[in-house]
């Protein structure tokens, strides 16, 4: 009966060394693999950086004002003043229908109700 153990237990001791080795692998890997996408992540963050840093520069008050100037023939673009924007009171918002009301008498009552049970109906 022992030697039948010690095998069993060396079985198990080779089969739990091969899967802490496989693990072991697959967990370096893993690392691998996010050490990679943290590096992609800072170069995109980087990027994102430099777009915004541009558009800044490309959208400053200046510039576009000289772009305006530059082109008026072509775009007729004028300053806003404020008296170009309308009041909430111009606004014309759509009238809502209200529901037909009709007189207590033509609708019925609430005592009119008719009943429908089945020895009413004779069955």
Same mark, same amino acid.
């Given at each position: 009966?022992?030697?039948?153990?010690?095998?069993?237990?060396?079985? @198990?001791?080779? @089969?739990l060394g091969s899967w802490a080795y496989r693990e072991n692998y697959a967990t370096q890997a893993a690392l691998k693999e996010v050490r990679v996408l943290q590096g992609t992540i800072a170069d995109l963050r980087e @990027?994102?950086?430099?777009?915004?840093?541009e558009w800044a520069y490309l959208n400053r008050p200046d510039r576009l004002r000289d772009l305006? @100037?530059?082109n008026f023939d072509a775009l007729r673009l004028l300053p806003m003043e404020p008296w170009q924007f309308g009041s909430p009171a111009q606004v014309a918002y759509p009238v809502p229908e209200l529901p037909v009301i009709a007189p207590p008498g033509e609708a019925g009552e609430l005592g009119d109700v008719q009943s429908t049970s089945a020895t009413d109906e004779g069955l």
């Open positions: 009966m022992r030697p039948v153990l010690y095998v069993l237990s060396f079985l @198990a001791l080779i @089969a @990027a994102l950086s430099v777009q915004r840093a305006v @100037a530059l």
